[in-house]
């Protein structure tokens, strides 16, 4: 269409073909002053002297992977000396006494069996003796969780000759709490040296407050490696910030004083302030 003035009908085609004008010559322009920069600045920028400074990329990705490649070994050593400090309190991590205490309590049955089989008596305290000095154990010493439930310690056992005997122990452990979770179970498997029914026999602990420990030190574990990326991650922008994205500025920054100057030695920097002027004007 046309642009309507006061002044009568100008066509629009004409200007943009004029502005398309005017940027191919800009084009021009540039090239020959590309052309011209090489040359201008071996002689008046010692900074970008190529003849002076040959590997100057090559020395500064050096210097970028060698940042780069300490950083990370760094990263990697603190991590294998940190990771374990947050599994200092799940103490012990392998506890034998579980399973010592286990085949205690069988060979006591057994020897309560053989004893009241070889005997008259009808009840023996050995396996009750046992289970008291197993429950002192955890109570008294630093591990925090403890026996809850012996299975397949029968009490009321019958002997071969058909004599009813009791072996009490069992039930000492029914006052101890059950955890709420199966998770925080600990079962612990006996090979029976008697044959009885329920066999082999188990042992199960309470390891409610081993469990809630070991979540807390996978959060607080989790949560030291989300702020250690962070840190890297806000140490390793500054880095290539310092690195890469500064000589580039001072790079580009000096190109631009140079050709700066080049436009004004060739006059050309008028002409191209008075293009935009005139095309601010047209707009």
């Not at 579980?98 to 057994?110: F, R, T």
């Not at 709490?177 to 925080?184: I, N, V």
Request: with cysteine; hydrophobic share 40%.
């Amino acid at each position: 269409g046309k642009m309507q003035t006061s002044g009568g009908g100008v066509d629009a085609t004409l200007i943009r073909v004029a502005r398309v004008a005017k940027v191919g010559a800009r084009v021009g322009r540039l090239s020959k002053l590309m052309k011209c920069i090489s040359y201008y600045l071996k002689d008046k920028d010692k900074r970008l002297d190529l003849s002076q400074n040959p590997a100057e990329a090559k020395k500064l990705s050096g210097r970028l992977m060698l940042t780069l490649s300490t950083k990370v070994s760094l990263l990697t050593i603190l991590l294998v000396l940190a990771i374990p400090f947050f599994s200092i309190a799940q103490y012990p991590e392998q506890d034998l006494s579980m399973l010592v205490w286990g085949n205690k309590l069988e060979a006591d049955y057994q020897r309560s069996y053989s004893d009241l089989n070889a005997t008259s008596m009808n009840t023996s305290s050995l396996l009750e003796d046992s289970v008291r000095e197993m429950m002192t154990f955890y109570d008294v010493g630093t591990a925090n969780y403890f026996p809850y439930r012996l299975d397949t310690f029968t009490e009321q056992v019958t002997l071969p000759d058909g004599r009813q005997v009791t072996i009490p122990g069992a039930a000492l452990l029914e006052s101890q709490a059950a955890p709420r979770q199966l998770s925080d179970v600990m079962r612990i498997t006996v090979t029976c040296k008697i044959h009885r029914p329920g066999c082999p026999a188990n042992l199960y602990f309470n390891f409610y407050s081993p469990r809630r420990i070991e979540v807390a030190l996978d959060m607080g574990l989790a949560a030291f490696i989300i702020l250690l990326m962070i840190f890297v991650s806000a140490n390793l922008n500054q880095t290539l910030h310092k690195l890469v994205v500064q000589p580039m500025e001072s790079m580009l920054s000096v190109v631009k004083d140079n050709a700066s100057q080049l436009l004004k030695q060739f006059g050309l920097e008028d002409d191209m302030e008075a293009d935009e002027d005139l095309e601010e004007t047209e707009l």
